[in-house]
């Protein structure tokens, strides 16, 4: 089963300068259960991708399904991790990760044990009634990403959400998103700038083109999972690694 479809999308924003073609002819699926990460380069149209994807802005051309129920606005099935955490700073931990709880107008008080068990699941037991200027950045992540989680949506849509962090913190959370993945096995659309995160991640990786975009190039990874650090040095994960390299310098190449 389809749990996202994307047909033959195209998006043009009118700006103050005319229109701008940031999609066109945008066309792939994500399973049920699976995990898809987008690669392209800056500019390309991820985020606008992933605002099409979570209803937060309609295409204007083709159509998105999710769960074969055409996707007209923002929609409790689907859970959304920005790029920037943006918690609330006079909020707490707990209190963050419900907010998609508040503003679906769901009671609170039924989803309290489901956020504490998600503040759990990642990583963050003891934190629940810090505030986020008592966090680091990837704490302040994995509270991001409670939120996405806390009203149980089957898709879980994240737009480079280690873009933030530095390194070793990211080595980390990819750790974290591949076990909570693996715990609760949302189907997962991923956008992200780096090659060795998407393929370490996924199922499948889609290469974006240069604006407008489209999809030019899909590769399954059939690595084992879970993945590992040791992942890192197998031979196939190099080989996937830097054939796509070579398609992401082409597409920077030739803008
Ligand atoms: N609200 C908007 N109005 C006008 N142009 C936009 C808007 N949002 C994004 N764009 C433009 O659309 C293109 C794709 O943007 P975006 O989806 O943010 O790319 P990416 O996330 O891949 O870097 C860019 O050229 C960007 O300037
Ligand atoms: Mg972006």
Known sequence: MHRLTVENVGLVYETS???LTALEGLDFRVGDGEFVSVLGPSGCGKSTLLKLASGLILPTAGSLTLDGERITGPRPDAGIVFQQPTLLPWRRVI????????AMGRNVRDYR??????????GLAGFENHYPHELSGGMQQRVGI??????????????????ALDAMTRETMMDEIQRIWARTRKSVLFIT???PEAVYLSDRVLVMSPRPGRVIEEVAVDLPRPRTMATLDDRRFVALASHLRAQFR???ANP
């Not at 044990?113 to 990642?122: N, R």
């Open 95 to 102: 209190d963050n990760v419900l907010v998609p709880i508040r």
């Open 250 to 252: 082409a597409t920077e």
């Open 146 to 163: 409670a939120r996405g989680l806390v009203h149980d949506p089957a898709m879980l849509l994240m737009d480079e959400p280690f873009a």
């Open 113 to 122: 044990d489901k956020a504490q068990a998600l503040i759990e699941l990642v």
């Open 17 to 19: 300068r005319g229109p």
């Open 193 to 195: 700038h780096s090659i």
